[in-house]
């Protein structure tokens, strides 16, 4: 069963989108604490507070909404990190930009995260989840692209720069099993120790990669 379409009133729609987001936030923490599987449309409807009827005019289905959920995390994240490399700017201060968005939005949405995570499983198949696999692609293809950059510069030498991508994705995915609000560390001192090990571990032979990267920035 599709959602109900929007008002077009603004001042409806407003409403209409407010509780929409209500909805899609109560879930996530709902299928990150039990699991979307565990989740019943009653457990749904009780913590909302809403009957069926009116949780179906918001979400439509269970999938959809587990759908929202992933536009939720994707969606933002990726026109920030299409904003960071519009700018031109050394290829290191891209990546550590690009880090700390994607950490602080980990922070905001760590729910989220925990959802995606657990039930990638299922977002890898059917066609239905096409558009998510297209943002989650373009968003690391960003991240290859910079790294590349820095290869190219010679701020950055991966012995394998796929495998090397791959565990940053793993390190800031995996952060949403751990991050605390209130933790020792915040996401941006997070963000920037991930770029650290990068960038230390990807320096240029007899050189350091951050003083690379400030010698290109002088340029």
């Not at 009116?54 to 439509?60: E, N, T």
Request: proline share 4%; net charge positive.
């Amino acid at each position: 069963m599709p959602a109900a379409s929007p008002p077009t009133r603004p001042a409806l729609r407003a409403r209409y989108d407010r509780k929409q987001q209500e909805v899609v936030a109560t879930a996530a923490r709902l299928f990150a604490e039990r699991g979307y599987q565990a989740t019943s449309m009653q457990d749904l409807t009780e913590a909302t507070g809403l009957a069926a009827g009116g949780l179906y005019h918001y979400i439509g289905s269970k999938e959809q909404l587990l759908i929202r959920i992933c536009d939720e995390l994707l969606e933002p994240l990726l026109k920030r990190a299409r904003a960071i490399v519009a700018r031109e700017a050394p290829a290191t201060e891209h990546l550590h930009e690009l880090v700390r968005a994607w950490l602080a939005h980990v922070a905001t949405h760590q729910d989220h995260m925990l959802v995606f995570a657990q039930e990638r499983h299922a977002i890898e198949r059917g066609p239905q989840w096409r558009e998510v696999r297209r943002q989650r692609k373009a968003f690391e293809k960003i991240l290859d692209d910079v790294l590349a950059r820095g290869e190219q510069d010679g701020t950055m030498a991966f012995a394998d720069r796929g495998l090397t991508l791959l565990a940053l994705l793993g390190m800031v995915n995996h952060t949403a099993t751990w991050l605390r609000p209130r933790g020792r560390l915040s996401a941006e001192q997070i963000a920037d120790g991930y770029c650290d090990l990068l960038l230390k571990a990807g320096a240029p032979a007899g050189g350091d990669a951050l003083a690379a990267a400030r010698g290109v920035a002088d340029r």
